[in-house]
């Protein structure tokens, strides 16, 4: 088992910047690809971005591409994503999970987190 703990959410203007953190504990966090997903309320959950376990490859979903960047510190247990521009339809809750393989997280996650909420005002 995973235990995943996201903190970083809140409310911020848009134009605005977020980093969200993701705590992970449990079994060997390196073994694991590490992603983010979000939902918007009354929208299914969706992929926004992934992570390999060495960190030196990443992907993203379009419609962040080039405004967020995830990260992941090993020594830590933690991943990060940082969202830079942040606009009304990035509003959603944001959900960490780790994953088996890389080519995994682009789809879904074997772990998740409780998620934490980011309001984007306009």
């Known amino acids: 088992q995973v235990q995943l703990v996201e903190s970083g959410g809140g409310l911020v203007q848009a134009g605005g910047s977020l980093r969200l953190s993701c705590a992970a504990s449990g079994r060997t966090f390196s073994n694991y690809a590490m992603g983010w997903f979000r939902q918007a309320p009354g929208k299914e959950r969706e992929f926004v971005a992934a992570i390999n376990w060495s960190g030196d490859m990443t992907y993203y979903a379009d419609s962040v591409k080039g405004r967020f960047s995830i990260s992941r510190e090993n020594a830590k247990n933690t991943v990060y994503l940082q969202m830079n521009s942040l606009k009304p339809e990035d509003t959603a809750v944001y959900y960490c999970?780790?994953?088996?393989?890389?080519?995994?997280?682009?789809?879904?996650?074997?772990?998740w987190g409780i998620g934490t909420l980011v309001t984007v005002s306009s």
């Open positions: 999970g780790a994953a088996r393989n890389y080519e995994r997280a682009k789809n879904t996650m074997t772990y």
